[in-house]
């Protein structure tokens, strides 16, 4: 060192026999009084006290010592102690560094002389590094006064009612739908027993009363950002679905038809998907659950709510139902007998045995409507508007449409080619399958809302779109459908006998005469295919045979329909293609077929046929029908100059935008099969449904954008593995067979045109309702909208995000109970009789699932087993004791006897009573005749037959030395505290820390139990580790007492020791942006630099080991002191 060096004052620390008793301190001061630049060099007996602190005092002022390293105990204690010394005499504090040779050598070491030899090379890179140290000045920032409370159990109602009374906003976060927490579901408390309500609900309702708290249930904090004084957090406020004007009537309840295991009661009562947790709860408004959407809902392109209506059914409501359905379905009563159902295909219960018969179900809704209810009232538009609307065909599509702009206001008239409405489902779909009474009850109803429909009106001839615009029209859809065949472009095709599928079934359904062979061949397998063979079969042919070119499982057509083809007759031929159509005279006499094999799937994920070269044959027929596809026939385009101007796919058909379904021309709107080519009846209805919106939105002069009409999404979400969350697993679900729909014999079928399938009756469509899984939890049957009369429930209710600015966040989110499945030989989740403390306490409470009885199969146990220690004190699961289960299984077997007769054996390990008044109250309890068994649990069986119990405990006595099996009735298990759910996704938000068993770890175990390493934020409650309510209490206002400390200050200090940005040297590559934990660099974009936020950083030198270019320095840690600190701890 130069002469200028500084001058260092070196102090090592006694502290008592901590150090001193393994660390030769003298040895040490000795050492480093002979390193250059150290004026002083003293060890003393306790440095942190008063008389050590003003040691270095006396030496700074007296020497001249401008430098200042101590050897003691943890820093993280320690540090501002020494560094408040040293400012207090004008030395800036952060020329003073600290070495911790407490937990680095004297714990854990047991030789003295390598952990002084440790201790000499650690205080010597301390010195090395000192004397690079600079003056740092700390600066002050305002306190925000509100603070955030988050997890509203007893820990977080505590600190919520001590920080209110500072006068300033307290937010108190809960995800759950009341505060209340774990207490709010036990019985009594120990060890008074106390009811635990009746101590717990005056708080909570003084929560609810006090003004200046305010309660975020339901909500999830998603994001912070700032410092300790200045947070702002983002919190998630999931949408309750009922409004603060609910009284909590129950009226809401009485309706509602799903019940499902409710949580509180852990799983052993149920409640409605509409409903209040308990009845004390805060807030006190009830709420609705609701899971990811149903599959089925999510599947189907109108959207229909088929878990609505099922449900209705499956409890007798059979015109609410219907009603229901009418709410999104413009065509039900088609949908009922002809739709392709992809609800059914998504359907949960398809992981269980068969889907719900969801089309059947809807169809018997309808039909009982029409049996009983009479003439159905028309639901009223909120507005009229004066604009009209052309739709140009009446398919489903067209009709869809129409339907939905009339819901909106609108006057809209439909123009049909033919003379008869519904398009492909008057033309196209055989009367047995959809009769057209059904199909008209149907368009009557859309007529009844006041849609005009004018026949025999083709678009292109008889009107085009100027001559709309001049009737007064101000948009146009276009649903023109797909009614063109595609040809089979091979020879022989046009000979006599030779007919299209769908041209056949068009001249049927408007009673065209048309001649039909004896021994007929159709050619192709979908639904016209097959259609087309059973209308010819009851037009007279005595054969029909359908030609496939795959197998039957490639065949695109309805299973069910295939199947009722069968029965009636029809012949499938399969793996074989025509390769030509043989006549004489000009007249079909066969066809030549050529057999397939099959190959790789193609592009629809179907496998490609191959034909089998020289496999060619010749089969008789006097008739074939072609049914391989269809298109749309746009020939009317080339009849409307106007519309000539609108664009094609590359597929032939009308290019429309996929989200609005508008066309190239401004106002004309197409949709249905004319855009998709060929597809489904539901899928056209979906499009009308969308097209419907776009108009709106069109003729208000909105953007089009922002759609709420449901569109099919790529991917359907679901819960993994069971319905929803609180249903069982689907492999534990009870297997209940499909109802099967009653058809007309088949004999009976082919000789007229009555419809095949005869419906549902009552009793059957009940029984396929409550097959019901009920996925989502509410299935939207609006019962509870209808039930409300203070119109408190809002099903449009969307979650909220509130940005909230606190000052200071305590985290008191509580546990969970350990999960004692995982534990085989306990028979938890097997066993019926096993259960855990959780349930056994809502078994005690007189709101509960037996009233406060002590029950098991419905009568009083004979003998009950308590299990200490399960997944706690265990190496296979938690280590750690979780303080409570002694005395709670105390308390359980006080309550056993108060209630029963029953004898109370207690297996456990060690008997902790730790508490004011638990030594008193376990004595109480062995008084009372409980059965102390010290011994762990091997394992719980089932007791064999003639056994005076229901189940069998096996384990070992301790201090008899003994195994003993042990018959009970009732085993109740006293799992370990876990951290709750979302804690670990909370801890990394917060850039808390965590200890080895996963609880948050404070900032000291002992002298600072409510801190954390992160200013600003405390934590109480079991959410720092396991431990009873009165240690929770009294940590809870630790913590408040603490913000309220600093509340009061007004202001905070922020640490100098951050990192800084050398923008000469910063390439922007923004390496550092992506790295910091704190979001504390920002991006200077007309410099293109990166820039940190002071009052952000944390100084974690994250950024500075990171930047390529060496642009980032630490204050505190820069290159040249580290440096000087490795080179002093290598030297010795």
């Not at 927490?181 to 101590?199: E, H, Q, W």
């Not at 409501?317 to 009603?323: D, G, I, S, T, V």
């Not at 793996?575 to 030549?592: F, H």
């Not at 939105?697 to 709420?708: A, D, M, T, W």
Request: with cysteine; hydrophobic share 40%; net charge negative.
């Amino acid at each position: 060192m130069s002469e200028e060096a500084p001058k260092v004052g070196f102090y090592v620390c006694h502290c008592g026999t901590n150090i001193a008793g393994t660390v030769n301190v003298d040895e040490v001061s000795d050492y480093v009084s002979n390193l250059p630049g150290v004026s002083v060099s003293r060890n003393y007996s306790f440095m942190c006290s008063e008389p050590g602190q003003d040691l270095i005092e006396e030496d700074i002022r007296e020497q001249g010592l401008d430098r200042v390293v101590v050897a003691a105990c943890s820093p993280m204690m320690h540090e501002p102690t020494f560094r408040a010394a040293v400012g207090r005499t004008g030395l800036n504090p952060y020329l003073f560094q600290m070495v911790n040779v407490r937990e680095h050598c004297a714990w854990i070491h047991s030789d003295p002389a390598l952990a002084t030899e440790k201790a000499i090379s650690l205080c010597n890179a301390a010195i090395e590094r000192v004397v690079h140290q600079e003056p740092l000045f700390s600066s002050e920032a305002p306190i925000y006064p509100d603070t955030m409370v988050i997890g509203a159990g007893i820990a977080g109602i505590q600190a919520a009612l001590d920080l209110a009374q500072g006068g300033n906003q307290v937010y108190l976060v809960e995800r759950d739908s009341t505060i209340g927490g774990n207490m709010a579901r036990f019985d009594k408390t120990f060890p008074t027993l106390d009811c635990s309500s009746c101590i717990l609900t005056p708080k909570m309702v003084s929560v609810a009363q006090t003004d200046n708290i305010q309660i975020l249930s339901m909500s999830d904090v998603e994001e912070i950002s700032g410092f300790a004084g200045n947070f702002r957090v983002g919190v998630r406020k999931r949408a309750r679905y009922v409004t603060d004007a609910c009284t909590s009537c129950q009226d809401c309840i009485a309706v509602c038809p799903v019940t499902v295991p409710s949580p509180f009661d852990m799983g052993m009562t149920s409640h409605t998907a509409i409903h209040k947790t308990f009845p004390q709860a805060v807030p006190n408004n009830y709420l609705i659950e609701k899971d990811e959407r149903p599959p089925c809902w999510s599947a189907c392109p109108i959207g229909q709510e088929a878990g609505g209506y099922i449900a209705l059914i499956g409890k007798g409501k059979f015109a609410e139902a219907a009603q229901l359905i009418r709410k999104s379905n413009p065509l039900p009563v088609v949908c009922g007998r002809v739709c392709y159902h992809p609800c059914e295909e998504q359907c949960n219960r398809n992981f269980v045995e068969e889907p719900i018969a969801i089309q059947h179900l809807k169809r018997f809704a309808l039909d009982w409507e029409a049996q009983h209810n009479g003439e159905v009232a028309l639901p009223v538009p909120p507005v009229r508007h004066d604009e009209k609307v052309a739709i140009v065909g009446s398919g489903p599509a067209g009709l869809a449409c129409a339907h939905n702009l009339a819901l909106r206001g609108y006057q809209s008239t439909v123009f049909e080619r033919e003379d008869v409405l519904g398009g492909m489902l008057a033309l196209g779909i055989p009367s047995y399958r959809l009769p057209r009474e059904q199909l008209q009850q149907d368009i009557d109803f859309i007529g009844r809302m006041g849609v005009e429909f004018k026949t025999g009106v083709a678009f292109g001839s008889d009107i085009t779109l100027e001559q709309l615009r001049t009737e007064g029209y101000t948009a146009t859809f276009v649903a023109t459908g797909a009614h063109q065949g595609i040809a089979m472009h091979i020879p022989g095709e046009d000979l006599e006998g030779v007919v299209d599928a769908v041209q056949f079934l068009h001249n049927k359904a408007l009673g065209v005469s048309q001649w039909v062979g004896k021994k007929v061949a159709v050619i192709g397998g979908g639904n016209c295919g097959i259609d087309a063979a059973r209308t010819i079969l009851r037009e007279g042919a005595d054969e029909v045979t359908v030609v496939y070119r795959r197998t039957r499982v490639e065949m695109p057509c309805e299973e069910h329909e295939a199947i009722d083809a069968e029965a009636e007759g029809i012949e499938f031929l399969f793996l074989r293609a025509p390769v030509e159509v043989l006549g004489k005279d000009g007249r079909v006499t066969g066809m030549t077929v050529v057999e397939m094999e099959l190959g790789e799937p193609d592009d629809t994920g179907r496998r490609r046929p191959i034909p089998i070269e020289g496999s060619e044959h010749d089969l008789d027929f006097d008739m074939v029908v072609a049914s391989i596809g269809q298109h749309a026939d746009l020939e009317y385009l080339n009849e409307d100059a106007e519309a000539q101007d609108m664009h094609l796919s590359p597929w032939g058909t009308l290019d429309v935008d996929a989200q609005t379904f508008a066309t190239s021309l401004p106002g004309v709107f197409a949709g249905g099969d004319a855009v998709s080519g060929p597809a489904t009846v539901v899928a056209a209805m979906g499009a009308g449904k969308r097209a419907a919106e776009a108009i709106d939105k069109y003729l208000r002069g909105q953007p089009l954008e922002g759609f709420e009409t449901h569109q099919v999404p790529e991917h359907i979400p679901r819960v993994e593995g069971r319905p929803h969350r609180y249903s069982a697993p689907y492999e534990e679900i009870e297997k209940l067979p499909r109802v099967e729909m009653p058809k007309l014999p088949a004999p009976e079928r082919v000789g007229g045109w009555d419809e095949v399938e005869l419906g549902f009756t009552e009793e059957q469509a009940i029984a396929e309702a409550q097959r019901c899984l009920h996925c989502g939890v509410c299935v939207d049957c609006y019962q509870c909208v209808d039930a409300c009369k203070p119109g408190a429930v809002d099903h449009s209710m969307k979650d909220e995000v509130a940005h909230l600015d606190v000052g200071q966040i305590m985290v008191s989110t509580g546990y969970k109970q350990f999960d004692p499945s995982v534990i085989p030989q306990y028979g938890y989740g097997r066993l019926d009789n096993v259960i855990t403390g959780l349930e056994f306490e809502r078994m005690l409470s007189s709101t509960g699932p037996t009233d406060g009885k002590v029950l098991v199969d419905g009568e009083a146990p004979r003998s009950v087993a308590i299990l200490h220690c399960v997944g706690s004190r265990d190496e296979n699961y938690n280590r750690y004791c979780s303080r409570v289960c002694c005395m709670y299984a105390l308390k359980f077997a006080h309550l056993v006897k108060e209630r029963t007769e029953a004898e109370v054996y207690q297996f456990y390990i060690d008997m902790r009573a730790f508490g004011k008044g638990y030594e008193e109250f376990y004595t109480r309890i062995m008084d009372e005749g409980t059965t102390m068994v010290r011994g762990k649990v091997a394992e719980v069986i089932e007791a064999p037959e003639g056994s005076p119990g229901k189940l069998l405990v096996k384990a070992e006595d301790t201090l008899l030395g003994v195994r003993r099996e042990v018959p009970v009735d009732l085993v109740i298990l006293c799992p370990a505290m876990v951290p709750s759910d979302g804690a670990e996704e909370l801890r990394q938000l917060l850039h808390l820390s965590q200890s080895g068993d996963g609880f948050l770890l404070e900032r000291h175990p002992k002298l600072d139990p409510v801190g954390t390493a992160s200013d600003g934020i405390y934590i109480a409650g079991c959410a720092q580790g396991p431990k009873d309510i009165p240690d929770t209490v009294a940590q809870a206002s630790a913590a408040a007492s603490k913000m309220l400390g600093w509340m009061a200050k007004g202001e905070m200090t922020i640490d100098p020791i951050k990192a800084e940005v050398d923008e000469e040297r910063c390439g922007g590559c923004r390496v550092c942006n992506a790295l910091c934990p704190y979001n504390a660099i920002s991006w200077v974009e007309d410099k293109k630099v990166a820039r940190v936020e002071e009052a952000l950083c944390k100084g974690c030198g994250i950024c500075v080991a990171a930047c390529p270019a060496s642009a980032i320095v630490g204050a505190g840690f820069t290159d040249q002191q580290i440096y000087a600190e490795i080179s002093g701890l290598l030297a010795v």
